[in-house]
T-cell receptor, first 113, second 111 residues
Framework: NAGVMQNPRHLVRRRGQEARLRCSPM?????VYWYRQLPEEGLKFMVY????????ESGMPKERFSAEFPKEGPSILRIQQVVRGDSAAYFC???????????FGDGTRLSIL | GQQVMQIPQYQHVQEGEDFTTYCNSS?????IQWYKQRPGGHPVFLIQ?????EVKKQKRLTFQFGEAKKNSSLHITATQTTDVGTYFC???????????FGTGTRLKVLA
């Protein structure tokens, strides 16, 4: 049973470009969480999704950031018009329900030039 | 908003010494999870605590949930170099779905 798959592992973008981060949850998991982590810091909750629904996006900036989890395919975290401050590691986690342990992917390390 | 503090922020111990990290919340918790993140890696689930006063053990690790369900601790007996990493608590409260991660405790074990 494959774990949570995130791609790409590393992503380099120039200021003003768009970044698309993908996350395929574990088989049988319908709950997906996205977190952001700066070096030497903790994980900051961004958004919680179930299939085709955003349940809680209170941690996600209202501008430039969006997330989706379509019926078919991976969950996507999209950052438009990236700025230097968007540089961070973005982790995706999945779980069978909202009270079960979260299984994390290896993360996408986003660097903005 | 809800605040989750972990202390200490950093801890250096000699191999074989014990280690404890504490997770404190400003509000009553529904449940708490503990994760370990190795340098350069991703968080890995360790344990979940749900009941007031609950104590769970995993080999050299002991996890405790406070009676008031506002704090928790993780204790490692006789640390080994493989224990190196950052230990995070993640908490949720009744009626909410998201987990708030603590600030983390970075453990270094000196051989």
């Amino acid at each position: 049973n494959a774990g949570v798959m995130q791609n790409p592992r590393h992503l380099v973008r120039r200021r003003g470009q768009e970044a698309r981060l993908r996350c395929s949850p574990m088989k049988g998991h319908s709950h997906v969480y996205w977190y952001r982590q700066l070096p030497e810091e903790g994980l900051k909750f961004m958004v919680y999704l179930q299939k085709e629904n955003i349940i809680d996006e209170s941690g996600m900036p209202k501008e430039r950031f969006s997330a989706e989890f379509p019926k078919e395919g991976p969950s996507i975290l999209r950052i438009q018009q990236v700025v230097r401050g968007d540089s961070a590691a973005y982790f995706c986690a999945s779980s069978p329900d909202d009270r079960q342990p979260q299984h994390f992917g290896d993360g996408t390390r986003l660097s903005i030039l | 908003g809800q605040q989750v503090m972990q202390i200490p922020q950093y801890q250096h111990v000699q191999e074989g010494e014990d280690f404890t990290t504490y997770c404190n919340s400003s509000t009553t918790l529904s449940n708490i999870q503990w994760y370990k993140q190795r340098p350069g890696g991703h968080p890995v689930f360790l344990i979940q605590l749900v009941k007031s006063g609950e104590v769970k053990k995993q080999k050299r690790l002991t996890f405790q949930f406070g009676e008031a369900k506002k704090n928790s601790s993780l204790h490692i007996t006789a640390t080994q170099t493989t224990d190196v990493g950052t230990y995070f608590c993640a908490v949720t409260t009744s009626g909410t779905y998201k987990y708030i991660f603590g600030t983390g405790t970075r453990l270094k074990v000196l051989a």
